[in-house]
Nanobody, 120 residues
Framework: QVQLVESGGGLVQPGGSLRLSCAASGFTFSGYAMSWHRQAPGKERELVARITSADGSTNYADSVKGRFTISRDNAKNTVYLQMNSLKPEDTAVYYC?????????????WGQGTQVTVSS
């Protein structure tokens, strides 16, 4: 049974930090690109950060560059999102996403989400 379980969300003041974790099980974690997405009320879900399976290269949304860092620990089947200098506009539900593509074959999984609220 595939599971992606996010944790680490909560309420934080502007300028503060949070570290999200996503623990994966039920599939070969090391073979999947992992990413974090977020969805704020009334807005579409957007990609925040992604890390590849092959070489661990990363990419970020412009809105979080320099503030957020994605990383993965294949030994622990876990992906992290370190969020610093948080702003009220970072408030959203954050989702973990796993994807694997081989030629024309693709599969993906979503976590259930964790709420991040940035407010004073």
């Amino acid at each position: 049974q595939v599971q992606l379980v996010e944790s680490g969300g909560g309420l934080v003041q502007p300028g503060g930090s949070l570290r999200l974790s996503c623990a994966a099980s039920g599939f070969t974690f090391s073979g999947y690109a992992m990413s974090w997405h977020r969805q704020a009320p009334g807005k579409e879900r957007e990609l925040v950060a992604r890390i590849t399976s092959a070489d661990g290269s990363t990419n970020y949304a412009d809105s979080v560059k320099g503030r957020f860092t994605i990383s993965r620990d294949n030994a622990k089947n876990t992906v992290y999102l370190q969020m610093n200098s948080l702003k009220p506009e970072d408030t959203a539900v954050y989702y973990c996403y796993a994807q694997r593509r081989v030629l024309t074959w693709e599969t993906h999984y979503w976590g259930q989400g964790t709420q991040v609220t940035v407010s004073s």
